[in-house]
DNA sequence: AATATAATTGACTATTGGTCAATATTGTGT
DNA sequence: ACACAATATTGACCAATAGTCAATTATATT
């Protein structure tokens, strides 16, 4: 194989060995020569791709969000949904579908990404919105047997996924009609988290 | 001095330390050792108050955006503000001025806290929104001489704060009336930034 | 096939994390 | 005020991990 590939394969390798034992371990107990020995390279190589496990943190994070985004993006595109409000509820959808078929990603971002955002008042208002949102989520969780240390956390994390997407479509100077948007929102939330 | 309010005062300083180090070196570079000869305590001490350093990095961070969005609805309530577009003017117009006022959140944020979350997408959209977010704010950031690494990133993670703030709104169930509210949205946004 | 260039390695050192027996401080009963 | 118990504090110590680099191996070039 020429050099380019190997790097190539190599630097993957790598990404993926983090991303499983980070899964697993969670990042805090995970060390650079476990990474190096799952990838089945010397430890030394991995100085050869990443600073340091934060850098290679930051650039796996980055790419499972940008894929995540991405994609989601570009099937809206494909199925030509145009419409405010059914883009967002599509985008939500997307995410919180997409992380219950891809449960090592679900596990991944409940295990390490707490964010230090997480807001007992913003909590508070979720848990009162009438809505049991949280009670739907447990109950999916419970469910599908996912083995999750905190789901409200994770909850919170998805909502405030969905929140700067939806943030970045008012920016974009779309027209958005809430009142439209709402019930939507809700039915289309319900529905996911309820199967 | 009494026992409990020691184990306060002790407590209290290692935050302090750790807000202090952390803002000027980052969290990586900040060994505990540092945080407990900053805070004039034992190393040992340390372990008495705080699991490890993601556990204090956990507890730093949820304390103050707890007292951001605190602060920020506690000031909200008392100025009597109620229509849903003007809470969120209100709101966002808090956050970035608390920020201004307050460069050491500031720059602990910007050190810190990038998130991972950070899109090349959603701030390409930010970028091209027409409203020049981004000249303004580097602007900003340049006439108060606020030395900060990373701008972009801490732009997007100011409108992340925002739209978290916006979402929880809207899954309170409060009346949003978007059209009215976008014109004083980009006005405020635009009036604070350009200063 | 010989040589140059680039990639890889893991033994090594330096740094940091985390523990714990010894010490100091504070609280309590007489 | 004193003795004693309970609690908090410490930093020397050991273990684990990070990060380096001279030696080695693999690939490219002529």
Redesign the pocket.
């Known amino acids: 194989?020429?050099?380019?590939n190997?790097?190539v394969e190599?630097e993957t390798s790598l990404l993926n060995a983090a991303f499983k034992l980070f899964t697993e371990k969670g990042i805090k107990?995970t060390?650079?020569?476990d990474i190096a020995d799952e990838a089945?390279?010397?430890?030394?190589?991995f100085?050869?791709y990443f600073k340091?496990?934060f850098d290679l943190q930051e650039q796996l994070i980055t790419n499972k969000s940008n894929k995540l985004f991405t994609d989601a993006l570009k099937e809206m595109e494909s199925k030509k949904i145009v419409g405010f409000s059914d883009q967002i509820i599509f985008i939500i959808n997307y995410i919180i579908d997409e992380l219950a078929k891809n449960i090592s990603l679900l596990k991944f971002i409940s295990k390490n990404l707490s964010f230090g955002l997480y807001n007992e008042k913003i909590n508070k208002l979720i848990d009162n919105n009438g809505l049991g949102l949280k009670e739907s989520f447990i109950k999916r969780i419970k469910a599908e047997k996912i083995d999750i240390e905190n789901p409200e956390v994770t909850l919170f994390m998805i909502i405030e996924l969905a929140s700067s997407t939806c943030f970045s479509c008012i920016m974009k100077n779309e027209p958005l009609a809430i009142e439209e948007f709402k019930p939507h929102l809700y039915k289309a939330i319900r529905k996911l988290l309820e199967k």
Request: charged share 35%; aromatic share 4%; net charge positive.
């Open positions: 194989m020429n050099m380019k190997k790097k190599k107990n060390s650079i020569q089945g390279v010397g430890k030394g190589t100085y050869l340091d496990k």
